[in-house]
């Protein structure tokens, strides 16, 4: 049995694509096991187990029958985040800045998070938020 796994909704399906078709690689050991830029599934697996999906945002609301809703919604706090544990934070963050990635906060040690930790975080074209972390 597959163990839980995020599936994205994704508006900019190419762009999406090729940022986490370039990032997760190093970031978590994951392949590419189906799906290309051209849409609308794609996903990555470690170990034939399952760790992040794109689907396009607009076939997912035919689906559902949400196509009649805005896709956007004024701006608001993040409700959602993914985060990676990463051996470098600073050369993660450069390596999700060189493929699309826009910075949100320059890495940082946060001890009042934990031990050592030291977190960065950015967007991924879609303008998800994303954590990454070392301890």
């Keep these: 049995m597959n163990a839980l796994y995020s599936r994205l909704l994704v508006s900019r399906f190419a762009e999406c694509f090729d940022f986490y078709d370039a990032v997760l690689p190093r970031l978590t050991g994951a392949a590419l096991v189906k799906g290309s830029a051209a849409g609308p599934y794609a996903n990555w697996d470690v170990a034939d187990q399952a760790l992040l999906s794109l689907y396009d ?60 930790l030291r977190s960065a975080h950015l967007r991924d074209p879609d303008g998800r938020l994303i954590e990454l972390q070392s301890y």
């Design 57 to 116: 945002r607009d076939l997912m609301a035919l689906t559902v029958g949400t196509s009649g809703l805005p896709a956007e919604a004024p701006p608001v706090q993040d409700a959602t985040m993914l985060v990676f544990r990463v051996d470098d934070v600073d050369e993660s963050l450069a390596l999700c800045l060189r493929h699309g990635g826009t910075l949100a906060v320059v890495p940082t040690d946060r001890p009042e998070w934990g031990p050592n």
